[in-house]
């Protein structure tokens, strides 16, 4: 096995800071870390640690204060580069869904696609085979409201691989769901990134759910205070998935 020292990094900030313009709240404070090719991290951290900041730092979302973050080994210079990660190569999911209200499921969805020289049959049938791959297929012409919040976080998730990306970023995605609802939604994202290879780097509060990630990272007052892998914590096994979500490796074909 490569040396993790060795191996290039998808994603990298080194030295990253976030002060709030007032200069009242420093959100990070030195925060370098690197997330590889299919890497499985869980963020901990106590409400107001500066977990979402170093997401949305990480999805281009906001400008660190200081500090540099690496695509690949290249600095990420200026908002063009980060809207073409991101329509691309990174995919983000929030607690809050984000869908567009007025569009239907299978819309949302194809919005991520418009621009990628698919014609619009073609994307409408990716969003279709996307929507069927989170278990939504019956719900295709449904808007957001008529959905439940399980639901929209699905098809929020559909959106986020619908271009195959390398890195997904996942910030507290089932903080509006119920238990029930919040473990199909784990499940769903850690068999994304177990059969796609996606690096998936989730924020969460949930113990339960950052014990199936084989690496924790945990952010205080803006530092990282801990970041190991699982092997390194006593050899504890990490649960697998329980529920096979995509329903054929047919469809898990058809996404790649
Ligand atoms: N846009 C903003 N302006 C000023 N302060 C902010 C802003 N966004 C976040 N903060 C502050 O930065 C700190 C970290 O916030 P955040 O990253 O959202 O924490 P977490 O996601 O861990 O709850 C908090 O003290 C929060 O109040
Ligand atoms: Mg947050």
Redesign the pocket.
């Known amino acids: 096995m490569t040396l993790e020292s060795e191996r290039m990094a998808l994603i990298r900030a080194d030295n990253v800071s976030?002060v709030?313009?007032?200069g009242s709240?420093t959100?990070?404070r030195n925060v370098s870390l690197a997330i590889y090719e299919g890497d499985c991290v869980a963020i901990l951290?106590?409400?107001?640690?500066?977990?979402?900041?170093?997401?949305?730092i990480l999805g281009g979302c906001d400008d660190p204060s200081a500090g540099v973050v690496y695509w690949r080994g290249e600095p990420v210079r200026g908002q063009e580069e980060w809207r073409r990660l991101r329509s691309g190569s990174i995919g983000i999911i929030f607690q809050e869904f984000l869908l567009l209200p007025a569009l239907t499921a299978l819309e949302n969805v194809e919005m991520a696609l418009v621009g990628k020289g698919h014609s619009a049959q073609a994307r409408r049938a990716r969003a279709a085979d996307l929507l069927g791959m989170v278990g939504l297929g019956a719900r295709l012409d449904h808007l957001p409201a008529n959905l439940s919040g399980g639901e929209r976080q699905r098809v929020a998730i559909a959106r986020s691989i619908a271009n195959n990306p390398q890195l997904l970023l996942a910030?507290?995605p089932t903080g509006n769901l119920d238990s029930v609802n919040s473990e199909s939604i784990i499940d769903l994202l850690l068999e994304i990134q177990r059969r796609q290879g996606t690096a998936l780097v989730i924020?969460t509060h949930d113990e339960t759910t950052a014990a199936r990630c084989p690496r924790r990272i945990v952010?205080k007052d803006?530092a990282i205070i801990e970041d190991r892998r699982l092997d390194e914590m006593g050899g504890k096994e990490t649960a697998a998935p329980r529920v096979d979500v995509l329903e054929s490796e047919e469809q898990v074909g058809s996404l790649a």
Not at 45 to 56: C, E, N
């Open positions: 976030r709030f313009p007032d709240v959100a990070l951290g106590k409400s107001g640690s500066g977990k979402s900041t170093l997401i949305h910030d507290e924020v952010i803006g």
